[in-house]
């Protein structure tokens, strides 16, 4: 698990306690639609919802939008991931839940008909998910990947796609172990392998999936042999990073969302950036990164402003959008949205079904803020107690495991690990520590597998 920014804290100092606020801490969006979590791991949704894929029941008057974010689970939601018209996310304990379009079987509940509740689909062991336009992953605590839904380009690398069956309903097990990541485009898979490879399946007409050919494959196949560490898939284009922080890409770049200066196809995978970019999120027809600075950067089809760069033009060229303090990213078919470090969520481009959720239907071109962030969010706060113990406390994300280390000289620092502890349902976390006035004392929390 990535640590968060570390903040150092002397003994000496008293400051006040954090109260259980809640912080945006997690995003995802695929079609016309946005879903985020909460520190409290609470759900919510808003934009599009003529399927049903944000979960809130509603199917009447056909008025099936939003523009407000509404909660649709309270607690417990660890992971989520939209497609297209449907949305997936995970519970504590691993268990799989769905709601949305379920035409060709995304949903995986074995049957081919809608809904606008959560259902769970999986009890449990399910450790991440993703939604393509029109089918889903997941893997399991072993390492093994599952498919379902629609397999008409072979997408779900189960070795079909003839007869005219080209979907499923029911998951079925595609790769048996190993397996680290996943991401699912409009028609094709990638997936990362525990040496670092990486492996596509599906559509590739447009060379998304980078093996040198524009052959479509219904088995996945390595693209690359090692060192990848993060994939993104867009409708026809394909991310990845390296573990030197490098940014690769493939595919369709009609838009320019590969941001390699030019509007050419690529079958093969080109860099892009050469060092330093921390997290890649792949839209329809546009992409974002993040470097270690918290910039923010973004390329490609820019018709409904998704870029947030205040025009309404494409760019074939890597642009910033800002500066610093960006710590999550998600994009769309024609939306973006991103997280700043105070757990604030951000949102810009198309918005003709509220999925920007700033309460109207008109799309901007600047990043707009949708959900305020909290002052010290993943900041220590401390109080000296009267017993001489240091009581340290910590908003993070609920159900995160978190240690305290201390150290006596920041000159050169080595770290004593001390305690670790889960943060409760509001995300709060609270250590209690006895200082060394004499040694001066300095402390960090960290995240933790």
């Not at 497609?83 to 074995?110: Q, R, T």
């Not at 003839?162 to 680290?180: C, H, K, L, M, P």
């Not at 509007?263 to 990164?289: C, D």
Request: hydrophobic fraction near 35%.
């Amino acid at each position: 698990m990535k640590s968060f920014p570390i903040w150092l804290l002397c003994a000496a100092t008293i400051l006040s306690i954090t109260g259980e606020a809640q912080s945006v801490t997690k995003i995802t969006a695929r079609g016309l639609h946005s879903l985020f979590l909460k520190s409290d791991g609470s759900l919510w949704a808003v934009g599009d919802n003529g399927n049903g894929q944000l979960g809130d029941g509603s199917t009447d008057n056909g008025n099936y939008n939003t523009n407000r974010p509404e909660q649709i689970v309270a607690t417990n939601i660890t992971a989520i991931a939209a497609g297209f018209y449907h949305s997936l996310f995970l519970k504590i304990g691993g268990s799989l839940w769905a709601m949305g379009d379920n035409f060709y079987g995304e949903l995986g509940d074995g049957t081919f008909n809608n809904t606008n509740r959560p259902e769970q689909i999986v009890a449990t062991n399910v450790t991440a998910i993703a939604a393509g336009d029109f089918h889903s992953l997941f893997l399991k605590n072993d390492g093994s990947l599952w498919a379902m839904g629609n397999n008409g380009n072979g997408q779900l690398g189960d070795g079909t796609n003839d007869n005219g069956n080209f979907y499923t309903n029911r998951s079925e097990q595609i790769v048996a172990t190993n397996v680290t990541a996943i991401a699912a485009g409009g028609n094709h898979s990638l997936f990362l392998k525990s040496d670092g490879g990486l492996w596509a399946m599906g559509d590739n007409g447009y060379g998304g999936l980078g093996d040198g050919t524009f052959n479509s494959t219904n088995r996945p196949e390595q693209i690359v042999a090692t060192n990848v560490t993060a994939i993104a898939a867009g409708y026809d284009h394909s991310l990845f990073l390296k573990s030197d922080g490098s940014l690769w890409v493939m595919g369709y770049n009609t838009d320019g969302q590969l941001g390699d200066g030019s509007f050419n196809n690529t079958n093969r995978p080109e860099q892009i950036v050469a060092t330093n970019v921390t997290a890649i999120a792949a839209g329809e027809y546009h992409s974002l990164f993040l470097k270690n600075d918290g910039s923010l950067w973004a390329m490609g089809n820019n018709s409904a402003g998704q870029l947030g760069d205040g025009t309404y033009n494409n760019t074939n060229r890597p642009e910033q959008i800002v500066a610093g303090n960006v710590t999550a990213i998600a994009a769309g078919f024609g939306h973006s949205l991103f997280i700043k470090s105070d757990g604030s969520l951000w949102a810009m481009g198309d918005n003709a079904n509220g999925q920007l959720g700033d309460g109207t239907f008109i799309n901007t071109n600047r990043p707009e803020q949708i959900v305020a962030g909290i002052p010290g969010f993943n900041q220590i706060f401390g109080q000296l107690m009267g017993d001489g113990n240091m009581r340290l406390s910590f908003v993070g994300i609920a159900g995160t495991n978190y240690a305290l280390d201390r150290c006596f000289n920041l000159s050169s620092s080595n770290w004593v690990p001390q305690l670790t502890n889960p943060a409760g349902a509001g995300g709060v976390l609270v250590f209690t520590n006895v200082p060394n006035m004499a040694t001066n004392n300095f402390w960090r929390i960290r995240s933790v597998p």
